[in-house]
């Protein structure tokens, strides 16, 4: 990190200490519990505050084995992610959230909203994930694999700055949807013009032995228009985030995009899935109003017998907590395997972006709930062009 990142850093992680003090000094010693629960978390004896200070270090090493025509494809590493934040429940009725990313050289604003809280749901303001997407939905701290895949990364429209709602009946359904500004790094909005509207459903017809057996189906839509003229791109990564894009349609003129996501998942026991179909439809007169779409099916076997854990209030994949943690009376910690092929198709009309599939196995050793290694090993096909392989290792600790 750079001085001025790591000055960030520590400014802020300063005033979120701070903040926490200050609030637990109100009400007095007596009146609030500060515990350790995956994270530092203090609440109120009446439960009407209920507050969180956290965050995340991802470390990852990159190797790669690559067709001459990807020229620049280089071992290395880098911190993937490296967070903080502080986030509760303040009065009962108002939520917070805020995170800043330090990694790369830069002080990004991950998240920052403020919620309202009703017996339907939570209204938020400010910058956060538009619903889309069970892989976009899960956070980074909690996927089976080091990316998300192909398609997500292409057409999910991630975190921007708005307005939306988002509620859960029970364990079978939750929803979320909203209106949203595209918006840079630090939340700004970087146009008036660009503005998305965004849904998501889900519900879960299996949901048995607090998850350990479960069915999950969902469907989201996001819209994505530019009043007075301007340009769309999508691309991805190779699901190895320290390197390029192999498939890329470059900035192309456009009107707006209508992007579909149809998800599914299942639990049962040790054995779990997830699938994910998206298909944009892109309003681009000039080159034929094109269609790109793509996909991607998991699948994973957690051998030392856990299940994977999914939070029924989000529609997501939860933290992995293992039977034993590791070194404590001998453990040996959770251990998983997981398998994915994702593909992504952005050639259509008058648009040649390229056409890519791969396939990743995963190995994961959760030591225990708060730190685990993930090896991931990738191929990837470039319709037409070459071949790719990545082996990636990454050592995460999030609290």
Known sequence: MSSCVARDARRIGALLVLGLLT??????????????????????????FALKFGGRLQADYTFVDADDVFGGLEDGFEFRRARLFFSGKIYERIAFKVQYDFAGGNTDIKDAYIGILSDWGEVQFGHFKEPFSLEEQTSSKYLAFLERSLPIEAFSPGRNSGIGFKGSRGDRFNWGFGAYFDADGF??????????????????????NQGKRLIHVGLAATRKEIRNGGTFRFRARPEAHD???????????ADSALILDLETAGVFGPLWFSAEYLQAEIDAPMFGDPSFRGGDVQVGYYLTGEHRRFKTSSGAFDRQKPKENFGKNGGKGAWEIALRYSTLDLTDEGIAGGEQDNVTLAVNWYLNPATRMMINVVHADVDNVGDADFFLLRWQVDF
């Not at 939340?187 to 048995?208: K, Q």
């Open 23 to 48: 609030l637990a000094s109100t009400a007095g010693a007596e009146d609030w519990k500060f515990k350790w629960s995956n994270g530092f978390k203090l609440t109120s004896e009446d439960g009407a």
């Open 243 to 253: 390197t390029s894009r192999l498939v890329d349609t470059e900035s192309f003129a």
């Open 187 to 208: 939340g700004v909005s970087t146009g008036e013009d660009n503005i998305n509207v965004t849904g998501r459903v889900a519900f879960r017809p299996l949901y048995e």
